[in-house]
């Protein structure tokens, strides 16, 4: 199982990114994807997951409204649409994958909301 994620950066507050995880070594289609964010001397904190049909996602209070997780099951890959990105925000943004009784991580990308 690999996880892959991109499209971390440096943002300013009120601005947008859409961070992707590429997926390999598993049936992608039929696995529940999340994403996972950790900031500066904090625990890693889950932001939001998506099932495995797309039909139906999750988020965390701090990001509803905010955030979009979709999936594309035919390139293997889940998305993070981030809006109105707010300073708090920043931190090394992972995907995760829970597959055949163990988590898979992948090594993250950082976002950063600074002006």
């Known amino acids: 199982v690999q996880l892959v994620e991109s499209g971390g950066g440096l943002v300013q507050p009120g601005g947008s990114l859409r961070l992707s995880c590429a997926a390999s070594?598993?049936?992608?289609?039929?696995?529940?994807m999340s994403w996972y964010r950790q900031a500066p001397g904090n625990e890693r904190e889950w932001v939001a997951s998506?099932?495995?049909?797309?039909?139906?996602?999750y988020y965390a209070n701090s990001v509803k409204g905010r955030f979009t997780i979709s999936r594309d099951n035919a390139k293997n890959t889940v998305y993070l649409q981030m809006n109105s990105l707010k300073p708090e925000d920043t931190a090394v943004y992972y995907c995760?994958?829970?597959?055949?009784?163990?988590?898979?991580w992948g090594l993250g990308t950082q976002v950063t909301v600074s002006s």
């Open positions: 995760k994958v829970d597959y055949r009784t163990r988590t898979y």
């Open positions: 998506i099932l495995s049909t797309g039909d139906s996602s």
């Open positions: 070594g598993f049936t992608f289609s039929m696995y529940a």
